[in-house]
């Protein structure tokens, strides 16, 4: 089983949907958890932090459920320009700290 | 504007040349990384680099070998690469800490073609 796992897509969808995507990890002892987006031959950006209490952005919704080992993002509203690879990221501090990307989703928001 | 800077951003390298691939971070961190990525995969960690000590190394081929002089400035330094070695190298940096968080932060990355 992987470390960090999300459901590759893609994820077609019109705008102005609503799109979620989850991410499942292993390590029950993980400690902090981000989402990264990643456009077209560009590096990843960290577009959020993940907190326990889930935490909003705008249209972005991050929760986290530690229970189940997953977290997941909410989209509202789709724009064209959320169209990017979104990147779960898992934090462990468990004989040193290890950061493990997920392997990401891919979104493309169409008009 | 990125707080992690990479040159060159373009290289096309012969599987003879030797050829160095250079990171310098503006945000005081701890932490420095090397990631590849290649067409369609995932990211994958090469190495990491803390208070300028490896501290992680994926049994990345010995054609790769990367240098920390400083907690600001790394390299990968390139020779006798393979055609399959051509992918987007991603640097990265982050503020290491125990209590939460360890946010990366990469920068714009180093396209290599291996030829």
């Known amino acids: 089983r992987k470390e960090v796992e999300q459901d590759p897509g893609p994820f077609n969808v019109p705008e102005g949907a609503t799109v979620a995507f989850n991410c499942t990890y292993s390590?029950?002892?993980?400690?902090?958890f981000f989402w990264y987006r990643q456009d077209c031959r560009k590096e990843p950006k960290l577009l959020m932090s993940v907190y326990s209490s889930g935490n909003e952005d705008g249209r972005f919704t991050a929760q986290l459920n530690r229970a189940s080992q997953y977290i997941s993002l909410l989209i509202r509203d789709s724009k064209l320009s959320d169209s990017a690879t979104y990147l779960c990221v898992v934090n462990s501090y468990t004989g040193g700290f290890k950061t493990i990307f997920g392997a990401g989703t891919r979104l493309f928001v169409k008009a | 504007e990125t707080g992690v800077t990479q040159t060159p951003r373009h290289l096309v390298m012969g599987m003879t040349n030797k050829k160095s691939l250079k990171c310098e971070q503006h945000l005081g961190h701890n932490a420095m990384y090397w990631y590849k990525q290649s067409a369609k995969k995932p990211l994958e960690l090469m190495f990491v680099y803390s208070l300028e000590e490896r501290v992680e190394n994926n049994s990345v081929p010995s054609r790769f070998s990367p240098e920390c002089p400083n907690s600001s400035h790394l390299f990968l330094h390139l020779h006798t690469l393979q055609p399959e070695d051509s992918a987007l190298y991603l640097c990265?940096?982050?503020?290491?800490?125990?209590?939460?968080?360890?946010?990366?932060?990469f920068g714009e990355g180093s396209w290599l073609t291996v030829v």
């Open positions: 990265a940096s982050s503020q290491v800490r125990t209590d939460s968080g360890n946010t990366i932060y």
């Open positions: 390590n029950s002892a993980s400690q902090s």
